[in-house]
């Protein structure tokens, strides 16, 4: 058995920065594309800025996939090229051969068109669908696309594993605060280390007072809350016991 | 809270299990330290229902069980 790693496949990659585009009322007659709302064709595109660098969109891409060729779904020249700011190496699939000779015309090396069979990308089926464009008025054929797969593993940050390995140890570590009262916080990075002796592990921050404490007396009580203490349990992650005293 | 016998640190009464521990070894590990400690008592009550974090640490609830 073998699992793809999957890194990123853009689709419909429109990169142009906030307003650059102007509106579709003042497009040259060389791109006919009209609003289906009239009020629409006054409104300054894109509206809003990306929400990453182009060069961070970019990275790691594996595919593109363009449902089709309108200039607010794909960045397009006044000469009838598009794709300016992409990788032209990175294989497109698109909905018809009308939009692959586009995309080939503008130098892209890897075009495909997506059919109603499907086609696999390692052990991920891609399928077109019908779409419909326009509502009231129609406005040119585009596809939707379906993914199917099963070994798909997508690339994850520590955090988003936490998600993954939910529910998640919890432990109310009780130590000694300087003054003789006990201090109580939440710990989840925790586990059984040995069975003979028994012992275990426990890591904290390195401003935790907790640690400093444990640290400084040598000495800690691992609890494992029971449910009356869910409030609790968080209100003691959300304070520190170097300057109050949590248990009053 | 309550008091443990030969601790001077004490422990909430709704805890299911406590693990009275002692500090052997601390270890800076990346962004944390972590505490290896052995374990002189532990302390249960099955009778309560134990705490898990979920959804990564954003929350706290008991384990359903199957
Ligand atoms: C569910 C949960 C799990 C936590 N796990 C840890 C942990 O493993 N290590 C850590 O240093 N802090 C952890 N924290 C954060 C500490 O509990 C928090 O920083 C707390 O204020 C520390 O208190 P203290 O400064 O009195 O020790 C966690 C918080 C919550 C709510």
Known sequence: ?248 | MMPIQDSTIQIPVDTRLAMIATLKQSLEVGDHILHICQVDKFLGDESKKGLYAWNGFSKVATAIEG
Not at chain 1, 24 to 45: G, N, R, V, Y
Not at chain 1, 114 to 125: A, P, R, V
């Open chain 1, 1 to 248: 058995m073998y699992f793809t790693v999957f890194r990123y496949i853009l689709v419909d990659p429109w990169l142009a920065p906030k307003d650059s585009f102007g509106c579709f009322a003042s497009l040259p007659e060389s791109m006919p594309f009209k609003a289906c709302d009239s009020q629409k064709s006054f409104i300054s595109m894109p509206i809003c800025d990306l929400p990453k660098s182009v060069d961070e969109i970019l990275s790691n891409v594996d595919y593109y996939i363009v449902t089709h060729i309108h200039p607010d779904h794909i960045d397009m020249n006044l000469d009838g090229t598009v794709g300016n700011p992409l990788d032209k190496k990175i294989p497109v699939l698109v909905q018809n051969e009308d939009d692959a000779q586009i995309f080939k015309n503008s130098g892209f090396a890897n075009v495909q068109v997506l059919s109603e069979n499907g086609l696999y990308i390692n052990d991920i089926k891609i399928t077109k669908v019908p779409a419909l464009h326009g509502t009231n008025i129609p406005c040119g054929s585009a596809m939707g696309f379906v993914m199917q797969g099963n070994n798909i593993m997508k690339e994850l940050n520590i955090m988003e594993a936490t998600v993954f390995t939910s529910p998640n140890p919890l432990t109310l570590i009780c130590s000694q605060n300087n003054d003789g009262t006990t201090n109580l916080a939440p710990i989840c990075f925790v586990s059984y280390l040995s069975f003979n002796p028994p012992m275990i592990g426990f890591a904290t921050g390195k401003q935790s007072h907790t640690g400093k404490r444990v640290r400084e007396t040598g000495k800690a009580i691992v609890t494992i809350p029971s449910e009356n203490l869910a409030q609790t349990v968080m209100a003691c992650g959300s304070s520190t016991g170097e300057n109050t005293n949590k248990v009053e």
